[in-house]
């Protein structure tokens, strides 16, 4: 099935994601301003509210390691910041295991009364062995947390949508259970997160979104490929976002130095423990394909390959790139930055105007 698509007036989304963990999203002894407080959080998502962003994604930690030595829950944090901001919809990162599908249920029906439905989860399947271990977690091979995840998906779909839910699984089970409230129509948007064949036919067959490590066009349009054919023969249809560290700058020679500093200050020890973690974690997948898989040192110093989508440089430039994508079938891509606020500012003011641009003048010359 091909992805490149006849374009609609669709436009691509954006996302940022949420400093809720402290440390800043690359492995660098670089400045990197941001802060994992809710002051700051709040001020960036009202930041990236008027900047035009959809999405604001918040990460879920239990423990340290590689950085991340302060982290705040993903639900209660997310709850904070629907309360600060009026448009944007925010993500709460959900781990099956801590999270029971009971739980998140109600914790997100409730959300989504409170915020009148700007609520969406993020199921992600887990990569973090020492996490798992320092909280008392059975940590389960790569593909049985995805059985466990689709099962987690299922049950909190059945909560959200029928009266006396019963179901039986190899991990959940529940007895003509029936949730009140049940959130608002249309229901939560649930994402998932991870690049490997488990993680795609999970995605095919009960995510509404796909979420992947950054990557070049063609790797990601390989991924759409099949999630599209899978989520087909399944009759669904499946949303993908992309991960990406944005070094926008009115220079390309300031941005490509930008990167150069990040990768030269980069903390070795850290990232080589980071990308033995992650490698780790991704062997078990058994194709060996998943996120992660092809880091090169460069590549980890971000923790989600983000350098790879390659959205560094002049505004133009990444605006064009960024139609590449939607040209192979992305629908949002997911942001992170050096210095948050005043990057989320510059995005907002020189990116995002040309991306429009551009995706006016295809939608014309399509017509
Ligand atoms: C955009 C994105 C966000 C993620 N957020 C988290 C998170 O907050 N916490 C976490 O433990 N894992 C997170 N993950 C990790 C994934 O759930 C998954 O464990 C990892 O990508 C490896 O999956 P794979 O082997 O299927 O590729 C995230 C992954 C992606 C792509």
Redesign the pocket.
Known sequence: MSTSRIPTGEHIKFAYWVPNVSGGLVISKIEQRTHWDIDYNRRLAQTAEKAGFDYA?S???FTAGYGAEYQHE?VSFTHALLASTERLKVIA?I?PGPWTPALLAKQVATINHLTHGRIAV?I?????RGEFNAIGEHWLD?DER?RRSEEFIRAIRGIWSQDNFSFSGDFYRFNDYTLRPKPLDPQPEIF?????R??RDMAARVSDWY???GNTPEGIKAQIDDIRAKAEAEGRTVKI?V?AFVIARDTEEEARQVLAEIVEQADPEAVNAFGHEVKQ??KA?PEGE??WAKSTFEDLVQY?DGFRTNLIGTPQQIAERILALKDVGVDLV?TGYLHFIEEVEYFGQKVLPLVRELEERRLRKAA
């Open positions: 994604l990460q879920i930690r993903s990162a781990l993020n992600v399947s887990g990569w973090f790569h995805y998932q997160g991870g690049s490997s488990a993680a979420f992947t490590n976002g991960n974690a991704g997948s998943g996120n989600n997911l």
